[in-house]
């Protein structure tokens, strides 16, 4: 459904104040492929200026390659922009309203723009139920949480075929960060496909198939998050009322990498049912899952832009 293929941009430095740096070229991307199957859901992971946007812009037909191309439902999304602006609902990383407007305002403006069917009255309403947001609000006074909220109904509301996300978490509370995961998986299970960009592993994880992470304009790894789900270790520290508990946890056949007194260290691939069997049997004080080594090898990507084309997770190259 979306298929990138060797996208290549490379940004001019405009208004160099120098003669050093005038003409100087900052390389937005370097041959990014990746394709995105319909109903799936894909992430796009990167620190800021990794190249995220750029990808997008590509895609919503704003910027035209210098090499490869970028295609939705086998679209050229530069040649037939227009055909693909129709198919696609898009939020953008920031958005700019017409501030004079009220919430309600806006949206039945975005309507009025896509045909007024009444779909979008119904989702318009539940959405902004789900979000908790008072649409009869002027944007001037609306926080910059509010006006993402208004800009995912606006982007959920027209109820398109595709999905392109832009950061659609950032500046949402954590409680509302939950009721957005759900509303994508929601359209997930509508069969929508779906492109997230986002700085946030957790996210990512709880809502896509395939994560694509990119640093410095190059995609470094596509993987399954199934995946790396299953494959992934997590690690427990475990404090119990006594050193007989903990022993009786050492000897439980779980794979216990260190026994201190009254604490334990546990390592679980895949299923917790048998530590959570184990447990019921003693008196837990404590309970903590450290990071996943998923967690770890996504912050070592960050600092080191490494890990992942390494095979820091075992099974992954
Ligand atoms: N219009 C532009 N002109 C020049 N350089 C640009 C332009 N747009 C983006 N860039 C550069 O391209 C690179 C990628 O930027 P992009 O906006 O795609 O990053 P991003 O991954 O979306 O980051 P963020 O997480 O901060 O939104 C950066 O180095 C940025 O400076
Ligand atoms: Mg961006």
Redesign the pocket.
């Known amino acids: 459904m979306i298929e990138v293929k060797d996208l290549s941009k490379t940004?001019?430095?405009?208004g160099a104040k120098s003669k050093k740096t005038a003409g100087s070229s900052?390389?937005?991307?370097k041959a990014v492929t990746f394709q995105v199957r319909e109903g799936e859901v894909f992430g796009l992971l990167?620190?800021?200026?990794?190249?995220?946007?750029?990808?997008?812009?590509h895609l919503m037909g704003f910027i035209k390659a210098d090499a490869g191309y970028a295609r939705i439902h086998e679209l050229d999304c530069w040649h037939n922009s227009k055909e693909v602006k129709a198919l696609v609902g898009y939020l953008p990383?920031e958005m700019n309203f017409l501030k004079e407007m009220s919430g309600l305002e806006f949206l039945n403006l975005m309507a009025g723009m896509h045909g007024d069917r009444p779909v979008f009255f119904q989702r318009r309403a539940a959405l902004a139920e789900d979000l908790d947001l008072n649409l009869k609000q002027p944007i001037k006074k609306m926080s910059k949480g509010m006006k993402q909220k208004l800009g995912i109904i606006n982007t959920l509301m027209l109820d398109a075929e595709v999905l392109i996300l832009?950061?659609p978490t950032s500046g949402l509370d954590p409680l509302m960060q939950k009721v957005f995961i759900d509303l994508v998986l929601e359209e997930k299970k509508r069969g929508k496909t779906i492109l997230i960009?986002s700085?946030m592993f957790p996210e990512i994880e709880r809502t896509c198939d395939q994560v694509g992470m990119?640093r410095a304009?190059e995609l470094v790894a596509v993987e399954e998050i199934q995946k790396l789900r299953q494959e992934q270790q997590r690690t427990f520290e475990i404090v119990v009322e006594t050193p007989e508990q903990a022993e009786f946890i050492f000897q439980s056949g779980l794979k216990v990498s260190r026994v201190q007194e009254n604490q334990v260290i546990v390592e679980i691939q895949g299923d917790l049912n048998p530590l959570l069997k184990t447990l019921a049997q003693v008196q837990v004080r404590e309970f903590t899952q450290k990071m996943t080594e998923l967690e770890e090898a996504f912050m070592f990507f960050y600092e080191r832009g490494e890990g992942f084309e390494q095979g820091i997770i075992p099974g992954h190259v």
């Open positions: 940004y001019i430095r405009a900052v390389a937005g991307l990167g620190p800021n200026g990794a190249g995220k946007t750029t990808v997008i812009r990383g832009d950061e960009s700085h990119i304009g």
